[in-house]
């Protein structure tokens, strides 16, 4: 890709790949190049809709809009923090002492006011978001002034605060926002030095809405930092519990409130430990004790923001922050029956899912795919190593704890989770994953393709689910290679489908073809024995479709796959792999390749066919005797089956007394093609292993007419070349 960059020389093919790195960039978490690219793209070629669809998806761009000067200057120090020339792409064009100068310059003050401004256009603001993004996230350098950066970022978020004006305070909340959305690390440094949290929280009560309003963001936005945490519930859980409870307070800080209250509850933030608390402490209100004191519950708050969802509040913040909070809240129980269970509530995130589809909104997508993954979500199914570790956690945390451990909750039983998965089906949850399933964000695709495996878990909820259209959905996530996690919880889903419902019905004008690699990868995964035995399953009732379907896994190298499972330590994966080896050799070239004995080994292909013959799984045996029967039609494979180890004496297994009536049949097949190709060689070997015996057991005593009819056609068979057939024997 960096040589086609060197070579092109059109601004439009130039553009076009540098969209295509930038989603490879995403892919890979490196957001900082994938905006340093998106933005170069958009500067190449305006008319690039591609690259104006992912720039409003990364920071909102407005592309036509009148050129602020200030892009321009902040471009400038975009491209001297970009990685210099050196080869090894670890230091920027500016030096430290350079940086230092920049950090320590009005300009510097300027970025960050871009960011923190309400009135800021967007293509400023997004500039400055990108060029604080590259001072924060540097190449490897080892002297690299990062302390100095974020000091000087707290002396103006300081300065601000101090001024006393409520403008000013305003722009150092919004700000300090801004910078936590570019590095958790830097806000989450500035807000808890000493006194900052303390002091905020002292003062809020007395300050207008909007300023409470920001401080609020940032709240919520630091309560996912350990440490931010417990500054948050030791100084603002009395505020924080007030503002929640009461009802006459502002719709917007009131969500954002029921978030952070959400969030601090769902990473079991507490202070200290009231008994172990240093003197200074000791005045802290914990988080439950503030919302006790307030009469507020975590149920209280659910209800709350259910009540945002379903009112179809045209406010995004206030909705986004509803969502966001739930998303957080479903990590119990108890909310995820109390969301399922409400209709109007899963009709209204369904609609807003939909909504949200037209407005780029991708954290909105997260926070409702996220509910709807949380909801569904069936308990991982442990081995035995990981239930023993599991019983010895839940043993030292009954022992820490000062209540009884209760055992397993029985709303996350495989039970309780298929009826909240039936529901979520009945509500329409899988328009809203379609939704999601088209984002440009890869979290986003993978959240909507982890739902969908759950969704398809039951086998009821299967049929509703293709009527819905889910295979239209799914099939798009499987070809990315960009999301291999993503991928591969696509292609599972589609495998499920497939195992229970007839591949015709399910995939309708979906070709069966386009399945196969997917189904394929499923098989080469070798960490997962489940992978590998649904794909196997999937494609064996794919390859019953038709010629094309098994010419198609033949050509993408499927048998060599197959053959390699056959020796898995697993027995259903190893009967699985023979019923699809057995499927396949109705297809021509994979016959010519077991059945001539010039193709390379076809020997041992046969062989290992004649050992699973004999196998103690019954399938198993099925299986690769029926593979057998259909190959013994070539005097190829007669010749080879006579040429490996007790090859009669395998063949006469087959035809025990003991044996299941399909694996008899499947014998004398064998049998009858040995004597047509072989004759009078074949007849001395199986008579040798008192075939003509079991034959006559078979016509006797076999209650199959069909089987009693064919043993007694090779009887016929064996006498018509010169074996003496006695009944009486």
């Given at each position: 890709?960096?040589?086609?960059?060197?070579?092109?020389?059109?601004?439009?093919?130039?553009?076009?790949?540098?969209?295509?790195?930038?989603?490879?960039?995403?892919?890979?978490?490196?957001?900082?190049?994938?905006?340093?690219?998106?933005?170069?793209?958009?500067?190449?070629?305006?008319?690039?809709?591609?690259?104006?669809?992912?720039?409003?998806?990364?920071?909102?761009?407005?592309?036509?809009?009148?050129?602020?000067?200030?892009?321009?200057?902040?471009?400038?120090?975009?491209?001297?923090?970009?990685?210099?020339?050196?080869?090894?792409?670890?230091?920027?064009?500016?030096?430290?002492?350079?940086?230092?100068?920049?950090?320590?310059?009005?300009?510097?003050?300027?970025?960050?006011?871009?960011?923190?401004?309400?009135?800021?256009?967007?293509?400023?603001?997004?500039?400055?978001?990108?060029?604080?993004?590259?001072?924060?996230?540097?190449?490897?350098?080892?002297?690299?002034?990062?302390?100095?950066?974020?000091?000087?970022?707290?002396?103006?978020?300081?300065?601000?605060?101090?001024?006393?004006?409520?403008?000013?305070?305003?722009?150092?909340?919004?700000?300090?926002?801004?910078?936590?959305?570019?590095?958790?690390?830097?806000?989450?440094?500035?807000?808890?030095?000493?006194?900052?949290?303390?002091?905020?929280?002292?003062?809020?009560?007395?300050?207008?809405?909007?300023?409470?309003?920001?401080?609020?963001?940032?709240?919520?936005?630091?309560?996912?930092?350990?440490?931010?945490?417990?500054?948050?519930?030791?100084?603002?859980?009395?505020?924080?519990?007030?503002?929640?409870?009461?009802?006459?307070?502002?719709?917007?800080?009131?969500?954002?409130?029921?978030?952070?209250?959400?969030?601090?509850?769902?990473?079991?933030?507490?202070?200290?430990?009231?008994?172990?608390?240093?003197?200074?402490e000791d005045k802290s209100e914990s988080l439950q004790e503030a919302m006790r004191?307030?009469?507020?519950?975590?149920?209280?708050?659910?209800?709350?923001?259910?009540?945002?969802?379903?009112?179809?509040?045209?406010?995004?913040?206030?909705?986004?922050?509803?969502?966001?909070?739930?998303?957080?809240?479903?990590?119990?129980?108890?909310?995820?029956?109390?969301?399922?269970?409400?209709?109007?509530?899963?009709k209204s995130l369904v609609a807003l899912a939909i909504n949200a589809a037209n407005?780029?909104?991708?954290?909105?997508?997260?926070?409702?795919?996220?509910?709807?993954?949380?909801?569904?979500?069936?308990?991982?199914?442990?081995?035995?190593?990981?239930?023993?570790?599991?019983?010895?956690?839940?043993?030292?945390?009954?022992?820490?704890?000062?209540?009884?451990?209760?055992?397993?909750?029985?709303?996350?039983?495989?039970?309780?989770?298929?009826?909240?998965?039936?529901?979520?089906?009945?509500?329409?949850?899988?328009?809203?994953?379609?939704?999601?399933?088209?984002?440009?964000?890869?979290?986003?695709?993978?959240?909507?393709?982890?739902?969908?495996?759950?969704?398809?878990?039951?086998?009821?909820?299967?049929?509703?689910?293709?009527?819905?259209?889910?295979?239209?959905?799914?099939?798009?996530?499987?070809?990315?290679?960009?999301?291999?996690?993503?991928?591969?919880?696509?292609?599972?889903?589609?495998?499920?489908?497939?195992?229970?419902?007839?591949?015709?019905?399910?995939?309708?004008?979906?070709?069966?073809?386009?399945?196969?690699?997917?189904?394929?990868?499923?098989?080469?995964?070798?960490?997962?024995?489940?992978?590998?035995?649904?794909?196997?399953?999937?494609?064996?009732?794919?390859?019953?479709?038709?010629?094309?379907?098994?010419?198609?896994?033949?050509?993408?190298?499927?048998?060599?796959?197959?053959?390699?499972?056959?020796?898995?330590?697993?027995?259903?994966?190893?009967?699985?792999?023979?019923?699809?080896?057995?499927?396949?050799?109705?297809?021509?070239?994979?016959?010519?390749?077991?059945?001539?004995?010039?193709?390379?080994?076809?020997?041992?292909?046969?062989?290992?066919?004649?050992?699973?013959?004999?196998?103690?799984?019954?399938?198993?045996?099925?299986?690769?005797?029926?593979?057998?029967?259909?190959?013994?039609?070539?005097?190829?494979?007669?010749?080879?089956?006579?040429?490996?180890?007790?090859?009669?004496?395998?063949?006469?297994?087959?035809?025990?007394?003991?044996?299941?009536?399909?694996?008899?049949?499947?014998?004398?097949?064998?049998?009858?093609?040995?004597?047509?190709?072989?004759?009078?060689?074949?007849?001395?070997?199986?008579?040798?292993?008192?075939?003509?015996?079991?034959?006559?057991?078979?016509?006797?005593?076999?209650?199959?007419?069909?089987?009693?009819?064919?043993?007694?056609?090779?009887?016929?068979?064996?006498?018509?070349?010169?074996?003496?057939?006695?009944?009486?024997?």
């Amino acid at each position: 890709m960096a040589e086609a960059l060197e070579t092109s020389s059109s601004p439009k093919d130039i553009a076009s790949i540098l969209v295509e790195r930038a989603s490879v960039y995403e892919a890979l978490g490196q957001s900082v190049a994938a905006r340093q690219d998106i933005q170069a793209a958009v500067e190449k070629d305006a008319t690039n809709e591609k690259a104006q669809a992912a720039a409003r998806l990364l920071f909102p761009v407005n592309i036509t809009e009148e050129k602020d000067p200030r892009v321009d200057l902040f471009r400038t120090y975009l491209e001297r923090l970009s990685p210099a020339e050196t080869g090894t792409g670890t230091e920027t064009q500016m030096g430290a002492a350079d940086i230092k100068v920049f950090c320590s310059s009005s300009d510097f003050i300027s970025v960050l006011m871009a960011c923190g401004m309400q009135d800021t256009p967007p293509s400023v603001r997004a500039t400055a978001y990108m060029v604080l993004t590259r001072l924060f996230h540097p190449p490897q350098e080892k002297d690299y002034p990062m302390t100095f950066i974020i000091e000087q970022c707290a002396k103006s978020f300081s300065h601000c605060l101090g001024s006393g004006k409520n403008k000013a305070k305003l722009l150092a909340f919004q700000t300090l926002y801004a910078l936590f959305q570019t590095s958790m690390t830097v806000g989450a440094t500035i807000l808890s030095q000493d006194g900052v949290v303390q002091d905020c929280m002292d003062v809020i009560e007395f300050e207008v809405v909007e300023v409470q309003l920001a401080m609020a963001n940032v709240l919520a936005i630091a309560s996912s930092d350990k440490t931010c945490q417990k500054l948050i519930v030791k100084y603002g859980s009395g505020w924080l519990a007030k503002i929640a409870s009461r009802p006459s307070s502002d719709e917007r800080l009131k969500a954002v409130v029921g978030t952070t209250l959400t969030k601090l509850q769902a990473q079991g933030a507490e202070t200290s430990d009231p008994s172990t608390a240093a003197p200074e402490e000791d005045k802290s209100e914990s988080l439950q004790e503030a919302m006790r004191h307030m009469n507020i519950s975590s149920g209280d708050l659910v209800e709350s923001m259910k009540a945002i969802v379903k009112s179809k509040s045209e406010d995004a913040t206030v909705v986004l922050n509803a969502v966001e909070g739930l998303a957080y809240s479903t990590l119990e129980s108890k909310v995820k029956e109390s969301l399922v269970k409400d209709a109007m509530f899963m009709k209204s995130l369904v609609a807003l899912a939909i909504n949200a589809a037209n407005t780029n909104s991708n954290p909105l997508l997260f926070g409702i795919g996220t509910i709807l993954l949380n909801i569904t979500m069936y308990r991982p199914v442990l081995d035995e190593q990981q239930q023993q570790m599991k019983k010895l956690r839940d043993l030292a945390n009954a022992k820490n704890s000062k209540t009884s451990s209760t055992g397993d909750d029985p709303k996350e039983s495989d039970k309780a989770v298929e009826v909240r998965v039936q529901l979520a089906v009945d509500h329409g949850a899988a328009l809203a994953l379609m939704v999601l399933a088209k984002s440009t964000s890869q979290n986003i695709r993978i959240v909507a393709a982890s739902t969908y495996h759950q969704l398809v878990t039951p086998q009821t909820t299967r049929g509703t689910l293709l009527q819905q259209g889910i295979v239209k959905a799914l099939l798009p996530l499987t070809t990315s290679q960009q999301d291999p996690q993503c991928s591969l919880m696509a292609s599972q889903s589609l495998a499920k489908l497939a195992i229970t419902t007839d591949p015709r019905l399910a995939f309708g004008s979906h070709h069966p073809q386009s399945l196969v690699r997917p189904f394929l990868s499923l098989c080469k995964q070798d960490n997962s024995q489940l992978c590998q035995f649904e794909g196997l399953m999937a494609l064996t009732n794919l390859a019953s479709v038709d010629d094309e379907v098994r010419l198609q896994i033949f050509n993408e190298q499927g048998m060599t796959v197959f053959e390699n499972l056959q020796l898995s330590n697993n027995t259903m994966v190893q009967r699985a792999a023979t019923e699809m080896v057995c499927n396949m050799t109705f297809c021509d070239p994979v016959f010519d390749m077991y059945s001539n004995a010039q193709q390379p080994g076809s020997q041992n292909k046969v062989r290992l066919l004649m050992i699973l013959s004999d196998h103690e799984d019954e399938r198993t045996r099925k299986a690769a005797s029926g593979a057998l029967a259909i190959l013994a039609n070539s005097k190829g494979t007669c010749e080879m089956m006579t040429h490996i180890d007790r090859g009669y004496e395998r063949i006469a297994r087959l035809l025990e007394k003991e044996e299941v009536v399909d694996v008899q049949h499947r014998g004398v097949e064998i049998v009858r093609c040995m004597v047509h190709h072989l004759e009078k060689e074949a007849v001395e070997g199986l008579v040798n292993e008192k075939v003509d015996k079991k034959l006559i057991a078979i016509v006797k005593e076999c209650q199959v007419a069909v089987v009693r009819a064919a043993a007694m056609e090779v009887l016929k068979l064996l006498a018509g070349h010169g074996a003496v057939i006695r009944s009486n024997q």
